[in-house]
Nanobody, 125 residues
């Protein structure tokens, strides 16, 4: 089993920045891919970004490219999401997730078997 705990959410004004963290524990050596997902109010959960834990290869959904950066510290077992130039459309509950599968992409949401409890990000205009 793998346990994930997110932190770093909060309320910011448009144009501001936040850095989310996701601390992993348990059988983390089995994890090959981690990702960030978000669920805006009244909408379905969507993939934001993913990162392959061995190689560091990453992918981003179009709406966050150039503004968000996903990274990981394998030694600390922590994944990050640096979010710059935030706008109200980024308001959502943000979740981190992990999977043992070698195919690593945020679009393959169903392959992520381990999930955190979420952290709220609210961006005001």
């Amino acid at each position: 089993q793998v346990q994930l705990v997110e932190s770093g959410g909060g309320s910011v004004q448009a144009g501001g920045s936040l850095r989310l963290s996701c601390a992993a524990s348990g059988y983390t050596s089995s994890v090959n891919c981690m990702g960030w997902f978000r669920q805006p109010p009244g909408k379905e959960r969507e993939g934001v970004a993913s990162i392959a834990t061995p190689s560091g290869g990453s992918a981003y959904t179009d709406s966050v490219k150039g503004r968000f950066t996903i990274s990981r510290d394998n030694a600390k077992k922590v994944m990050y999401l640096l979010m710059n130039s935030l706008n109200p459309d980024d308001t959502a509950m943000y979740y981190c997730a992990a999977t043992r599968t070698t195919y690593c992409h945020y679009a393959a949401q169903d392959q992520f078997g381990y999930w955190g409890q979420g952290t709220q990000v609210t961006v005001s205009s």
